[in-house]
C-alpha cells in the first residue's frame, strides 16, 4: 500500500492522523530552516514540511528533490499557521516523518503548468507530461464525465449500448476508407468503419429498437487541422420513430449533458430549415448566440447606376449595432479582411447610419441619403448602427457574409464561449452535385430518407431541390450531430442508390446485405452520431479538440510520441501478401 | 409516434384505453371467425384479436399477415378470457381497430425460436434475423448490462474511462499486428493495438491515477474455434498499487458483476501459486468448482517390477469418488479417451477401491492389494471410489490428468453452469522457452515487473525459474483476466528487454518512448485486463462466445453477411502505395 489518502483528501479533521501519501513533486522552497514541498497527484495538493532543526538527515533530503521526483511520505497532519485558502487542502500540511524517492525524475522540456513554456511539437512528444499539465487533465476528466453522462441519459431511456465490429467491408465514396490487408484471405482488405451505419440500421431490423455506441470510427482524409484520421463518435439509432422523437430525444440528451457537466440551462432548441439558415446566416450550422441575420437588398439597391449591384445575383448586408463609428481605418481593415483568400470577396460596401440620423457611405456616389435610409430601415439598423453589404453570385455571397458575421460577432464579443444556443437546421438538401467527380452525392449519406419518394417524374434539372428527411444539431455554431430518418424498403433505397449513379451490379455487391434485410421485417428506424471530439472540446469552452483526445495525431496524421505510422518488416509484407510501390532507400 | 405502448408494456390497468403498438408478427392463429396475432418487439409479446363477424375487411387482412411482417395497430385494451400467465402481459390483449403493414417480410431462412432449425452458416449470414431469436438477443442484452455496471463499480472507485489511439506502431513480438497502410505517409503503416497496454502505463505516468477502458483489441492469429481476430477487453491500470490492491479491486469488479447481474454471491476468491495450479490440477486456469486435486505417486509405485511407471518422471492420480462401480467397458473407453491424440497419454491405470474394501486394479500383476491400499489411502480415497493414475515426462502428465480430471467433473455434473468459483493464480514464471524461435518470450509481456531485479548473477539455466509479479483472474476453469505490476524504472526495463533478446537499437527503437516516459517521474504501477467476450458467454452460462457479439467473425476471419474482407480497387492500391502479390485471376 502506498498511500493512505490521496493528496487532495486531507482537511482539518485529519490532524493528528499519522498518514503515508504518495506523488510528484511540484515544488520545493526553502524558508528560514524549513523545507517545503508540494506533493500533486490528480485528486490535488497537499503541502509536506521538514524541518532542518529537527531531522537535518530527512531536510537535506529534501532539498535534493527534484520537480516532478514520485516520492512517497509518512508523516501526521497538523494545522497550518499560514493556511491557503486557495487549496481545499490548505488548512493542513504534514510534519513528514519518513520519505521514499519511489522515482527520480529528469527536468521535464517544458513546465507542467496550466500555461506552459512548451510549443505544440514539443508537448506532443511528450504528451504524457503535457498530460499532467491540470487544463489538460481537466479537459480529459470532463471527455470522462460526459461519456458516463451520455450513457445514464441513454440507459435511462432503455437504449442499448452494442458493440459493432471494425474490421468491415471498403466500400469508398466520399470519404476514403482506411484499409487492413487479411493475412488470412490473400489479395483481400479490410476496412475500418467511417460510422457503424449499416450494422446500426441492421440492429433495428434485429429488432434491438434503441442502440447506442461511444465509438471511434475512421477517415483517410487530408488533414486540416483539427481534424483526426480517427475519431469519436456517440452514435445512436431508433426504431418505430419520426423525425420529432429524435429530436426531441436528442435535444434531451444535450440538455441532460450541459446540466450534468456545465450546471448550465440550454433553453429551446431553435429550429431551421436548411434554406432559412443558408438565406439568414449563410451557413448550415449558424452561430445564434448573436442575431446579425442578413438582410437580401437586391430589391432597394439595383438600378441606381452602381454596376457592381446591378451585376450581382444577390446583395446582401448585416446590421453591427453601435459600430457607426468604426473609423476609415478600421473599415479598411475589414475590407482587407473580406478580400482575404480564405474569404473571397471583391469588396466591401458600409453605410454608417450616425447616431445623429445622417448616412455616409462608400457608395455616396450612387446613393442618395434617402436611398440609403431605406436600406437601413429595410435592415432594422438605429443610429448608431454601422451596415456592412457583400455583392455577387448567390452561394459564395452568402458564405462570405456569414464568415463577416462571424467575425463581427467575435469582435463584439457577442460569442461568449460560457454561453451555449443550440439549433436544429432541418431539411436538408437529398443531393449535391460534385463539380469534380460531375455527379450526384448524397448530401447526409445514401441510406438518408427522401421527403419526396416518387422519383420517377422528376427530372434531373430538379435533383438539388429534393429534400430529405436530415437534420444537424448545432452547438455555438458548430455541428455537434448529424442524422436522418433511414430508408427501410428495398425498392426505395434501389432508386436511391440509382440516383448516385450506382449500378446494380455495384449496389448489390457493396449494399446487397442491407438490401436483404430490408426485405425480412425492416422497421421504420432513424438516428443520428454527435461528434464526441468537438462536443468536448466546444462545452469545454474550446475551438481545438486536439487537447480532449488523450492522444492525438498531428496534421500529418502522426503520432510524434510513438513515431507512428513506421516501417514494417519484409516478413509482414510477405504474410500479408503484399508489396510497397515506393523506393526503399 | 408509431406507438403509445410497446409490446411488452400493457396490464389490466391500461383496459379501455386505446393504444397503438408496432412491433413483428410472430404468428398468426384463426380459430372460430376470430383472428389471433402476437406482435412482438424487444420488450414482449401481446395479443391482437381480429373478429370476422364485427370488422371482416380488417380480419382478412389480419389472416394474411405473415411471419415477421411489421405492423402497426390501434385497438382497445381488454382483459382476456382465457389468460395467459406464462407472459407478462397475457392478462390483457388488443381489440384492433386499424392493422397498417409498414414493411412485409419474406419467409425467414430459419424459425426465429430460441431453438432454430437454421445451420451455424446461414445464421451467420442472417445474423440480423438470427440477433431476433431470444436467446441471442437476451445475450446481447446481458453484455449491455455488464458493461453498464462494469462501469459503475470502476467510476465509483475513481477509475477514469479513458479512449487510446487505435491507429499505433507496429511492435511484432509474440502476436501478429493487423496493419494500416498510411496514405499521407507512404511506405508507412500503422498497427492495430493488440491492447492499450503501453498507452495506459503512459497514462499513469500522466498522473491519471485509476484508468479504465472497454476497447476493441486486434490480434491477426490463426483462428481457433472460437477466437475472434478483434475482441473486447476491459483494460484497467492503477498507480501507486501494489499487487495486494490490484487483486482485491478486480475480485471485488467480478463480486459486482456476478451479484448485479445473476444474483449470485461470490464467495472467497481463493489464491494459489502457479506452480500449486500445475502440480495439483496441471493447468494455470484450474476449475475449482470441485476438488479432485492430483496426488503424486512417485514415491509408493515405483521398484516394484512395473516399467512403465519405473521409467516415468512423474506418476500422478486423481481419485473419482462413487466411482469404483465403473464397468470395464466405461474404463475402457475413457483409457481411448486419454489416448485420443488431442490428450496424447500411452494409457490409463486404474484401481477400484471397492464398497467392500477390496481393491482391483489393472496393475495387479505388479502390486499386492495391500500396496494398492497405500495407494488409496495417500490419495485420501474411500471405499466405493475409482483411482484414475497417468505417467511420464512431468509437464504432460500433469497436462493430460488435468484433461481428464475435467472430463471426469464432467461426467460427474461437477461442473455447474450456474454456479461460479473464482481463483487467483499467482507468480507465474517470467520466462519461457520458445522452442520453436529457439529464444525466451515473456510469458506474460515485456513490461512485467519480475519477482528478481537483479539478474547479473543468474545464470541462463535459471531463467525459466524466475517468477513475475503476474497474476491470471480464473472462473470456471476460463482465464477472463490477466495482470501484472510493471517496470516503473528505465534501468530495469532495458534489463528485461535484454533477456528477451531485444538489441538496444531495437528496445529504443521499438518503445524508446516508454522508456522515455519512465526518466520523467513514472509511478510504480500495475494492472488487468478482462477478456470481455469470454467474461459474458461464461456468466451467461455458455462456453462459446460467438452469440455474446453483435456481429462476430467465422473461423476464415469472414464476416459471411457483409462480405468481408474483400477486394479493393485499384485506385486504393495507388493511393495507398502498396501492391498486391496475389495473381489476379
Redesign the interface.
Known amino acids: 500500500?502506498?498511500?493512505t489518502h490521496?493528496c487532495g483528501q486531507l482537511r482539518t479533521n485529519h490532524v493528528a492522523q499519522t498518514v503515508t501519501l504518495?506523488g510528484?513533486v511540484q515544488r520545493v522552497r526553502q524558508l528560514g530552516g524549513m523545507t517545503f514541498v508540494d506533493l500533486?497527484?490528480?485528486?490535488g495538493i497537499t503541502q509536506l514540511v521538514f524541518d532542518m532543526s529537527i531531522n537535518p538527515t530527512l531536510c537535506t533530503a529534501a532539498n535534493k528533490l527534484g520537480r516532478?521526483?514520485?516520492v512517497q511520505v509518512t508523516g501526521i497532519v497538523r494545522e497550518r499557521s499560514s493556511k491557503n485558502p486557495q487549496l481545499p487542502t490548505g488548512d493542513v500540511e504534514i510534519d513528514t516523518q519518513t520519505l521514499q524517492v519511489?522515482?527520480?525524475?529528469?527536468t521535464?522540456p517544458f513546465t507542467i503548468e496550466t500555461d506552459t513554456d512548451g510549443g505544440d511539437d514539443l508537448r506532443m512528444k511528450?504528451?504524457?507530461?503535457d498530460?499532467?499539465r491540470p487544463g489538460v487533465?481537466s479537459n480529459?476528466?470532463m471527455?470522462?464525465q460526459m461519456?458516463?453522462a451520455t450513457?445514464q441519459y441513454l440507459?435511462n431511456l432503455a437504449f442499448?449500448?452494442?458493440?459493432?465490429?471494425?474490421?468491415?467491408?471498403?466500400t469508398?465514396e466520399g470519404a476514403?476508407?482506411?484499409?487492413?490487408?487479411?493475412?488470412?484471405?490473400?489479395?483481400?482488405?479490410?476496412?475500418?468503419p467511417q460510422s457503424p451505419q449499416?450494422?446500426k440500421q441492421?440492429?433495428m431490423?434485429?429488432?434491438?429498437?434503441r442502440y447506442y455506441q461511444i465509438v471511434?470510427c475512421?477517415r483517410?482524409e487530408?488533414?486540416r487541422s483539427d481534424r483526426q484520421?480517427?475519431f469519436?463518435q456517440i452514435d445512436c439509432e431508433m426504431a418505430?420513430?419520426?423525425r420529432?422523437?429524435v429530436l426531441q430525444t436528442f435535444e434531451g440528451l444535450l440538455r441532460y449533458l450541459l446540466k450534468e457537466i456545465k450546471g448550465y440551462d440550454l433553453g429551446t432548441v431553435e429550429r431551421m430549415s436548411y434554406d432559412d439558415a443558408m438565406r439568414l446566416y449563410g451557413s448550415d450550422k449558424p452561430d445564434i448566440r448573436f442575431g446579425m441575420a442578413f438582410t437580401e437588398l437586391n430589391e432597394v439597391v439595383k438600378g441606381h447606376g452602381f454596376s457592381v449591384f446591378d451585376d450581382a445575383e444577390l446583395i446582401a448586408g448585416i446590421c453591427a449595432t453601435n459600430c457607426a463609428d468604426y473609423t476609415r481605418k478600421q473599415l479598411d481593415e475589414l475590407t482587407d479582411w473580406v478580400k482575404r483568400p480564405q474569404i473571397g470577396a471583391k469588396g466591401l460596401v458600409y453605410v454608417r447610419y450616425n447616431p445623429d440620423g445622417t448616412l455616409k457611405s462608400s457608395v455616396d456616389k450612387f446613393y442618395s441619403p434617402d436611398q440609403l435610409l431605406t436600406w437601413a430601415q429595410k435592415m432594422n439598423a438605429q443610429p448608431g448602427d454601422l451596415l456592412l453589404i457583400l455583392s455577387g453570385n448567390t452561394d459564395k455571397t452568402r458564405k462570405q457574409l456569414g464568415e463577416l458575421r462571424l467575425e463581427m460577432g467575435k469582435r463584439l464579443g457577442l460569442r461568449n464561449p460560457n454561453e451555449f444556443k443550440a439549433l436544429w437546421v432541418l431539411d436538408f438538401p437529398l443531393l449535391e452535385w460534385d463539380e469534380e467527380d460531375q455527379r450526384w452525392n448524397a448530401c447526409h449519406h445514401p441510406f438518408t430518407r427522401p421527403r419526396t419518394q416518387n422519383f420517377e417524374n422528376i427530372n434531373e434539372s430538379e435533383w438539388g431541390s429534393l429534400r430529405a428527411e436530415a437534420y444537424d444539431l448545432c452547438l455555438n455554431g458548430n455541428e455537434i450531430a448529424g442524422g436522418s430518418i433511414r430508408i427501410?424498403?428495398r425498392a426505395l433505397q434501389e432508386k436511391v442508390f440509382s440516383l448516385l449513379g450506382m449500378s446494380e451490379e455495384e449496389a448489390l455487391q457493396k449494399f446487397?446485405?442491407l438490401m436483404?434485410?430490408?426485405?425480412?421485417?425492416?422497421?421504420?428506424h432513424g438516428g443520428i452520431a454527435f461528434g464526441f471530439d468537438r462536443l468536448c472540446a466546444i462545452m469545454g469552452g474550446h475551438e481545438s479538440i486536439r487537447d480532449f483526445?488523450?492522444?492525438p495525431?498531428n496534421n500529418?496524421?502522426?503520432?510524434t510520441?510513438?513515431?507512428?505510422?513506421?516501417?514494417?518488416?519484409a516478413k509482414?509484407y510477405r504474410?500479408?501478401?503484399?508489396?510497397?510501390?515506393?523506393q526503399?532507400v
Chains 1, 2 share one sequence.
Open positions: 500500500m502506498y498511500r490521496t504518495s510528484w500533486r497527484d490528480r485528486y516532478e521526483f514520485v519511489l522515482n527520480a525524475a529528469k521535464p511528450y504528451r504524457y507530461l498530460l499532467r487533465q480529459i476528466i471527455r470522462h461519456a458516463q450513457r440507459n442499448l449500448e452494442i458493440e459493432t465490429p471494425f474490421l468491415i467491408k471498403s469508398p476514403r476508407d482506411f484499409v487492413v490487408p487479411s493475412r488470412l484471405n490473400p489479395g483481400q482488405f479490410y476496412a475500418l449499416t450494422f441492421l440492429l431490423v434485429s429488432g434491438f429498437d471511434r475512421f483517410d487530408d488533414l484520421p480517427e469519436t418505430f420513430v419520426e420529432e422523437d427501410h424498403e446487397g446485405f436483404g434485410a430490408f426485405e425480412y421485417g425492416a422497421p421504420p483526445i488523450a492522444f495525431k500529418s496524421g502522426r503520432d510520441m510513438i513515431d507512428a505510422p513506421s516501417p514494417i518488416d509482414q504474410e500479408l501478401h503484399i508489396a510497397t510501390t515506393i526503399q
